[in-house]
């Protein structure tokens, strides 16, 4: 039979030659210069030839000579696909290398000085030279409540020269948890209680990296992806002692917390517990009957209950807090016996005449009695005065009053009164209950009497016992004389008693305004002027129309506990819109066994009144859903008033999303749906600019131990509310009306999702690519011209304010990186020593240490541009761009007042010879009452957006002319245009050819600002035709729209301690963009 062979034969030739062989055995032969071979299928020979040759090891048993030069062999598979033998061949020729593949086949190399495998990016040199590490990446699984050890980490790396692989490094800055590198090259990861969140089964993952290598320099890095499974958590529960007065039978309600999430089940032990039920699912917890103080019936007879309550999850585990329930008495008036009867501690001005008062049987002895005075601050006893002589009287009742200086130390203070036997007769206190720590009242409580001196009345008055053993005032001081309670008569109690529900009625106001009226109901806040009290949930009328709450105005602090009864006697009033009582008397009745029932609340609201029929009450306003979560989206009166704004979901401008010309029922349809979701959280404090927080919790290692936040906190662990922070629980409290808004008054701390909170921060801007980037910055008012000495000035008002505005703006622009920086709100004062972009300038070359930055002049002159008080400008960095020219555009015709900021622009050049313009503006803003075509005509963009759409027009026509005479079209348009994605101005420019960069690589979810809780972009980047193709992305990097402006520079509302100069967040209103660039390269982005 005969044979026949198809043997293909190529030449290269003296160039660098591309050659494709087939797929029969071919011969190639490279020839001159770096050539690039790939042989085909079959048992082909190749020879590279003279020079740096590339070869394709494909298919077949292929023999390969490299010949002179550097020769490389290429493999597509990794360099475990093949089994590689080195030997070097008889006397001093080449080394010759065999690689065999899965299949069997084998190429044959000699003279070749490389192999690289294209699957691992790996190339192995043949010349004796040490190679490289090849770090593979690993996997790992790890419990969440135990320590793991990492080994075999190096067992999948690679070293083609057979090295022993040590790890010596790690890399935890993206690791949840801890992890420390053993001497054996191990690693030992704990997650540290970070995954305890987890139930049982359910897993995450976090990573770490590690650095290996071979011990002859070559390193490598791989990283390790840990799957963390949870496991069942145990709850918590802390409780603390508590006092009830005898006759009642409600202790406290048992609130456990397991981060797994089960639900708890409550029971209780020890000594006592027997005299006690708990509510198995809620954890309330009373005496099974009422307590008898003068008959106690604990185990040791001392009125101090001791129990166990253990909280246990669905797991089986549990945790037990030992608690104390001490029972205090409830006073009844002495007779026939020595009492205090009388007491003045506190006037308007300097303290004048306090005395205390005894009183009793005319005649009696007082030798060897004392009354023992008592500082809440602690519980200890500082005074004791003895008392003598007999009680001086007439009708049967004496009186003996001590001057007692100095009885006014800060709330609470307590008054025993002892007899000669060493007894306390009785320990009173005001302005709160006390324990005393020594004397003859050590471990006792004392009793409040319910009324205090509030140091703004006059001299003259006291606080008197009555008849029945209940105390009034203050009222005309009786010293020495029988008690006068009918100063302030109040007024006839109406008949009945009046439910809350028919007073608050079903409309806007109360048919009972100027009717006086009796109200018994529960206490379920206590506010700095008042308290507001529910019906219980027993009287409650059944109509959802007619609020069961409502506020009991007193003047000042009243002296009442939340879930006491109260008997409230006074007149109806709305104050500004809002119900309530002013009260001209009210009663304590004692503690009741629940607070009502709250409201339950959900976003959005379907009606501007829906919130009028739980005024005054307790509500609940529930999480919303997985697509739309209740969420912060304004923290602008957080500050000022301790107020922030929570929706259901993030809300966006309205025309940031739709054309308020072709698409206005939209436009419409949105803003309506935004208003009728959206609430107002409030911390129930009227002074401004409050320094805590006790309903925005932190959870940070800066807390400083109480819990909320604080001035005390230290923020550079984070600890902050941001927009977009997520709620996790409940919103508990109560619905007040104030300022023409309905307000949330928290009750107690949100639960907050730190992961959308202090953890969504962003540590640096994304990465945006490109060889040169480019930034626009607000600067928020940079005046070098204080607000003290210049009315007119905007910024800060003292230089500590200028300090630390400077301090921000530093650590902000610092981090951006960018090469060529546009920023606005600069003052508009010239370019001189001092000026504002200067000294800004100067800042960042100190912080730098070195001058790497300078700032354009557009002038030429150094003169001002303009007229208004802000201006636009440029900073570049010398190592990365030169100025070619640079000019304005300003946009005022004569005779005319500016308003838009003129446009202030520079040709750059960077070290490769490309050229780009960059135009940074201030539009006209859309505040103030414009005019014709300039006014607001309601359709979502505001005033004077002809002005700011005849600026964008008037701008691209510029660029256009060329005006630097550069022949280079790129022009990059940024700023704030004081337009949102989808108004007009923006348009305008699209229209001109301009891409926007914000809508095509970011989309729908573009903002840069928060204005009324609504995200929205002002701050643009638009790139001409010929530059979008060069533009490797962009970003908006979060750092002040979304942060309160509390961690701001300014101290006019709020405390400098909450700045921390070494962040960058808040510092400013606007967050920066950062734009990529690759000049002289054309990219097909891919658009959003």
Do not use: C
């Not at 062989?21 to 190749?46: C, E, L, M, P, Q």
Request: charged content about 20%.
């Amino acid at each position: 039979m005969k044979k026949s062979f198809k043997i293909g034969l190529f030449f290269g030739g003296f160039g660098p030659d591309v050659i494709d062989g087939t797929a029969n055995s071919d011969v190639i032969f490279g020839g001159f210069g770096n050539d690039r071979i790939n042989s085909g299928a079959g048992h082909d020979r190749v020879f590279g030839g003279f020079g740096d040759d590339t070869i394709l090891g494909a298919a077949g048993s292929d023999t390969i000579f490299g010949g002179a030069g550097t020769d490389t062999a290429i493999y597509e598979g990794g360099v475990d696909d093949y089994a590689i033998s080195v030997k070097p061949v008889r006397g001093s020729g080449p080394t010759q290398v065999q690689v065999s593949d899965a299949s069997g086949d084998t190429d044959t190399l000699r003279s070749i000085e490389q192999l690289y495998f294209a699957a691992d990016d790996y190339t192995a040199d043949l010349t004796g030279q040490n190679n490289a590490v090849l770090a593979r990446d690993d996997v790992a699984a790890a419990a969440a409540d135990m320590a793991t050890v990492l080994a075999g980490l190096s067992d999948n790396d690679f070293d083609f020269d057979g090295d022993t692989l040590q790890i010596t490094a790690i890399d935890t800055s993206a690791l949840t948890g801890t992890a420390t590198l053993n001497p054996d090259g191990t690693i030992s990861y704990d997650a540290a209680g970070a995954f305890d969140d987890l139930a049982e089964g359910e897993v995450a993952t976090t990573t770490l990296s590690y650095t290996v290598t071979d011990g002859r320099g070559s390193v490598d890095t791989a990283t390790v992806t840990i799957t963390v499974t949870g496991v069942n958590d145990a709850p918590t529960l802390d409780l603390s002692d508590v006092m009830v007065f005898e006759n009642s039978t409600t202790v406290l309600t048992a609130v456990g917390a397991d981060v797994d999430g089960d639900a708890l089940t409550y029971s209780i032990s020890g000594a006592d517990a027997a005299l006690f039920v708990i509510d198995p699912a809620t954890g309330a917890l009373a005496f099974a009957e009422e307590p008898d103080f003068e008959a106690p019936s604990d185990l040791d007879g001392d009125n101090v209950y001791q129990i166990a309550v253990t909280a246990t999850d669905t797991g089986g585990l549990s945790a037990t807090s030992d608690i104390a329930v001490t029972v205090a008495d409830v006073d009844d008036a002495p007779q026939n016996s020595v009492f205090v009867s009388e007491i003045h501690y506190d006037n308007a001005g300097a303290d004048t005449g306090e005395f205390i008062e005894v009183a009793g049987t005319a005649g009696a002895d007082l030798t060897g009695w004392s009354l023992v005075l008592y500082n809440g601050n602690g519980g200890a006893s500082y005074d004791t005065i003895s008392l003598d002589g007999a009680l001086s009287g007439t009708s049967g009742q004496g009186y003996l009053s001590v001057n007692a200086t100095g009885i006014q130390n800060g709330a609470p203070d307590g008054i025993a009164l002892v007899a000669p036997d060493g007894t306390v007769i009785e320990f009173l206190s005001y302005e709160g209950t006390m324990t005393a720590t020594n004397g003859p009242a050590a471990g006792l409580t004392s009793i409040d009497i319910g009324v205090t001196e509030n140091g703004s009345d006059e001299a003259g008055l006291s606080l008197q016992r009555l008849e029945d053993g209940t105390w009034t005032g203050p009222i005309t001081a009786t010293r020495d004389a029988a008690n006068e309670a009918e100063i302030d008569t109040p007024p006839p109690l109406p008949d009945g008693t009046t439910l809350i529900s028919t007073i608050q009625g079903s409309g806007s106001a109360s048919a009972y305004v100027g009717q006086t009226v009796s109200v018994t109901a529960v206490v379920t806040m206590v506010a700095e002027n008042g308290f507001y009290m529910q019906e219980e949930d027993s009287d409650a009328d059944g109509n959802a129309a007619t609020s069961e709450g409502i506020f009991v105005f007193t003047g000042d602090t009243p002296n009442v506990t939340v879930s006491y009864g109260v008997t409230v006697v006074g007149e109806v009033a709305e104050y500004f819109n809002a119900t309530q009582i002013n009260a001209q008397t009210f009663e304590i009745i004692g503690p009741l066994v629940d607070l009502p029932t709250a409201a339950g609340l959900s976003l959005p609201f379907a009606t501007d009144d829906a919130l009028e029929s739980v005024e005054g009450m307790r509500v609940s306003l529930d999480i919303g859903t997985d697509d739309a979560p209740l969420q912060v989206i304004e923290t602008f009166e957080l500050g000022r008033y301790g107020e922030i704004v929570v929706s259901e979901g993030a809300q966006y401008q309205p025309t940031q999303l739709y054309d308020a010309q072709t698409q206005a029922a939209d436009v419409d349809a949105l803003q309506e749906a935004n208003a009728a979701n959206r609430l107002t959280i409030d911390d129930g404090v009227a002074a401004q600019n409050p320094t805590e927080f006790a309903y925005i919790p932190n959870t940070t290692d800066g807390d400083n131990g109480n819990g909320y936040l604080d001035i005390g906190d230290d923020l550079s662990a984070g600890g902050t509310l941001r927009i977009g922070a997520e709620i996790t629980a409940p919103i508990t409290g109560v619905m007040s009306y104030n300022f023409g808004e309905y307000k949330l008054i928290a009750d107690g701390p949100l639960q907050i999702d730190e992961a959308t909170n202090t953890d969504a921060r962003e540590a640096a801007p994304a990465d945006v690519g490109g060889t040169l980037q480019v930034a626009s910055v607000n600067t928020l008012n940079y005046f070098t011209t204080l607000g003290q000495d210049d009315s007119n000035a905007r910024g800060a008002d003292t230089a500590e304010d200028f300090a630390r505005q400077t301090d921000k703006l530093v650590t902000a622009i610092t981090a951006l990186d960018a090469d060529i920086i546009g920023l606005q709100e600069l003052e508009n004062n010239g370019f001189s020593d001092g000026s504002a972009i200067a000294t800004l300038v100067d800042a960042l070359n100190t912080r730098a240490g070195a001058d790497i930055y300078a700032f354009v002049d557009p002038t030429g002159t150094g003169g001002e541009i303009g007229t208004d008080a802000i201006t636009t400008g440029l900073i570049y960095r010398v190592d990365a761009v030169s100025v070619v020219n640079a000019g304005i555009l300003d946009y005022t015709p004569e005779g005319e007042s500016q308003l838009n900021r003129p446009t202030v622009a520079a040709l750059f050049e960077d070290a490769n010879g490309e050229q780009i313009t960059i135009a940074v503006n201030h539009f006209k803003s859309k505040g103030g009452s414009g005019t014709g075509d300039d006014a607001d005509l309601g359709d979502g963009q505001g005033a004077y957006n002809a002005t700011r759409t005849e600026a964008a027009i008037q701008l691209t026509e510029w660029l256009a002319s060329d005006p630097f005479g550069s022949g280079d079209s790129d022009y990059l348009i940024i700023g704030d245009l004081n337009a949102y994605g989808q108004e007009d101005p923006v348009q305008a420019i699209e229209d001109a050819g301009y891409t926007s960069m914000l809508s095509s690589l970011i989309g729908e979810d573009a903002f840069s600002y928060t204005f009324d809780g609504q995200r929205g972009a002002l701050d643009q980047a638009l790139a001409s035709s010929s530059l979008t193709g060069q533009v490797t992305g962009i970003t908006e990097w979060h750092i002040n729209s979304l942060e309160p402006n509390i961690l701001g520079y300014s101290s006019e509302f709020t405390d400098p301690a909450w700045f921390n100069a070494d962040d960058p967040y808040s510092a400013s209103d606007h967050d920066p963009l950062l734009i990529g660039l690759d000049l002289g390269n054309y990219l097909n982005l891919e658009v959003a």
